[in-house]
């Protein structure tokens, strides 16, 4: 059997496995009554704080590409940020 028709029976039935396990993926998530979020995982305050921070973090990050400021002020944004 050349190596070509094998590799096709493989990736036939590698194919239609992944297809059932989407399939009754799909079924269990109907059967729940609602798609799992990846936000429900039960993120609590810590995390909720954790975002915040990374958010402040990326406001300062793109203000320090966007404007034009001296390389003193740069140096004094970039030292606040690592002390956080």
């Given at each position: 059997?050349?190596?070509s028709i094998a590799f096709m029976v493989v990736a036939i039935v590698l194919i239609t496995?992944?297809?059932r396990v989407?399939?009754?993926r799909h079924r269990a998530i109907a059967r729940q009554g609602h798609a799992p979020s990846?936000?429900?995982d039960g993120a609590g305050p810590?995390?909720?704080d954790e975002v915040k921070?990374?958010?402040e973090r990326?406001?300062?990050l793109e203000r320090l590409v966007t404007d034009n400021?001296?390389?003193h002020d740069l140096d004094r944004q970039i030292e606040q940020l690592r002390d956080r």
């Amino acid at each position: 059997m050349p190596w070509s028709i094998a590799f096709m029976v493989v990736a036939i039935v590698l194919i239609t496995t992944l297809g059932r396990v989407a399939k009754e993926r799909h079924r269990a998530i109907a059967r729940q009554g609602h798609a799992p979020s990846p936000w429900s995982d039960g993120a609590g305050p810590v995390q909720n704080d954790e975002v915040k921070a990374l958010r402040e973090r990326v406001q300062v990050l793109e203000r320090l590409v966007t404007d034009n400021h001296s390389s003193h002020d740069l140096d004094r944004q970039i030292e606040q940020l690592r002390d956080r």
